[in-house]
């Protein structure tokens, strides 16, 4: 059974300055009542944020419901830019720019996969048993099989589910109905919509 998840709103600043000004810092923070209070994503931008940016000044922190920082670094692993984060149980998936991390939270254990042919890894989601990624920039969907391949011994297998379908895939959630929803974003000055992909892949347009 998935964790329940819950958005907690936290302003925080990066300690890093450049020129003289704060980096700009984003958090990506889900919530697991049955697990960890929080979790928040790092990924300094600088003077001008870079999302693509493979800069290494990424980083997980464990905080508090009401935004105390438990622990900056919970992970010494180097990363770019955590984004998409979900969390079932032990297990913790990051999406970071062109691969996926998995770690386990009580042993602090980390796995990096890397994604073959994606641009921009956005959010994650797990459901079956498989990891789903999107990636809006290139338009296409990744899966990830078995979702759980923290053991090296474990051999993932990583492709891409489709592309190019004019979903450019940002938001995921698993729906009740064993389907995936899908929130695109392809760009500010587009209309967003929502999808809904079914477990034999066909994809329906639920709001535009």
Request: aromatic share 10%.
């Amino acid at each position: 059974m998935f964790s329940e998840l819950t958005s907690i709103p936290l302003t925080m600043r990066c300690e890093n300055q450049e020129n003289g000004l704060y980096s700009a810092v984003r958090l990506t923070v889900v919530r697991s009542l049955s697990a960890w209070p929080s979790v928040v994503g790092h990924s300094s931008g600088g003077e001008k944020p870079n999302p693509p940016a493979k800069d290494g000044l990424g980083y997980i922190s464990k905080v508090a419901p009401d935004g105390r920082v438990i622990e900056k670094r919970y992970f010494d692993v180097t990363m770019n830019k955590p984004k998409g984060i979900w969390i079932v149980g032990t297990r913790l998936w990051v999406t970071d720019i062109d691969s996926l991390w998995i770690f386990d939270t009580e042993t602090r254990k980390g796995r990096r996969l890397m994604l073959p042919g994606i641009q921009f890894a956005n959010d994650v989601t797990v459901m079956n048993g498989a990891a789903y990624v999107s990636d809006n920039r290139s338009d296409q969907l990744f899966k990830v099989e078995p979702a759980d391949f923290l053991d090296p011994s474990v051999e993932p297998r990583a492709a891409a589910v489709w592309s190019k379908k004019g979903v450019f895939p940002n938001g995921l959630w698993p729906a009740r109905d064993a389907s995936l929803l899908m929130v695109g974003f392809e760009s500010q000055d587009k209309p967003k919509a929502v999808y809904s992909m079914s477990a034999d892949g066909e994809i329906r347009t639920l709001s535009q």
